[in-house]
């Protein structure tokens, strides 16, 4: 695998550019045939702003795709092939529809003890970021509700129990609706879409360099992804 790493005591984006510049400069297009995949649009928005300020004169950017970016297999283009990709995995719910549609359903569990307005919000706002967390990290439903989880949130107090259940209640009614309609919570999506990645990079490898910088995040799905970017002929990861 092709792994290197920036000394912490370095500018990350600088030093990436200044790596990246003799290692991926061709003639013609030059670094415009390189594409990185980094932790976020601001990151993205840093390391243009390191380019502008190592690269002298005009130059053609590199193609930069933010790992979580709702729209990854838009920006990412034909590298992940939309169209095939967009056949076998569902769209992803509106952020806000989901909010308040959360809200809803913790309305309904909690009945006469429901929190009203904004309060009621923050909690469905809580809940879905919990949900997106455990989404990340691969874990769904089915592992939520396995004997060893029931039986630790049977020992929880008696605050902490009511919550995990009535974060369960919710999730199942969520699920329900993202089942009707058609759709699937982000993070699930953008797990299908780095597996779905790693899948057609591995049967044909990128014809132009594709590297990974500052990317972190311990998500299994990203993590599969990363090791076939490290594989790839013209391929690294930082």
Do not use: C
Not at 172 to 182: D, P, T, V
Request: glycine letters at 10%; a neutral charge; zero cysteines.
């Amino acid at each position: 695998p092709q792994v290197y790493s920036i000394a912490a005591h370095r500018g990350f984006a600088d030093a990436l550019v200044a790596g990246l510049g003799p290692r991926y400069a061709e003639e013609g297009l030059g670094l415009a045939r390189l594409t990185l995949l980094l932790p976020s649009q601001r990151a993205a928005r840093t390391v243009t702003e390191a380019f502008v300020r190592l690269g002298g004169g005009g130059l053609l950017l590199p193609r930069m795709a933010g790992i979580r970016d709702l729209d990854l297999d838009e920006t990412l283009g034909a590298l992940l092939d939309p169209m095939g990709a967009g056949a076998e995995i569902p769209p992803a719910a509106d952020p806000l529809r989901r909010w308040l549609k959360l809200a809803h359903f913790l309305g309904q569990v909690k009945g006469p003890e429901a929190p009203k307005g904004a309060a009621l919000l923050r909690q469905a706002w809580a809940i879905g970021q919990t949900m997106d967390r455990l989404l990340v990290e691969g874990i769904g439903p089915d592992h939520l509700l396995s004997d060893d989880v029931i039986g630790i949130v049977g020992e929880l107090a008696g605050h902490w129990r009511e919550a995990t259940v009535d974060f369960l209640k919710v999730q199942a009614h969520w699920l329900a609706e993202l089942g009707a309609r058609g759709e699937v919570d982000a993070p699930t999506r953008r797990n299908a879409l780095f597996d779905h990645a790693a899948r057609r990079w591995s049967e044909a490898p990128p014809a132009h360099p594709l590297v990974a910088a500052g990317v972190t995040s311990a998500s299994p799905a990203l993590a599969r992804l990363l090791r076939v970017v490290s594989d790839l002929p013209r391929g690294a990861v930082i």
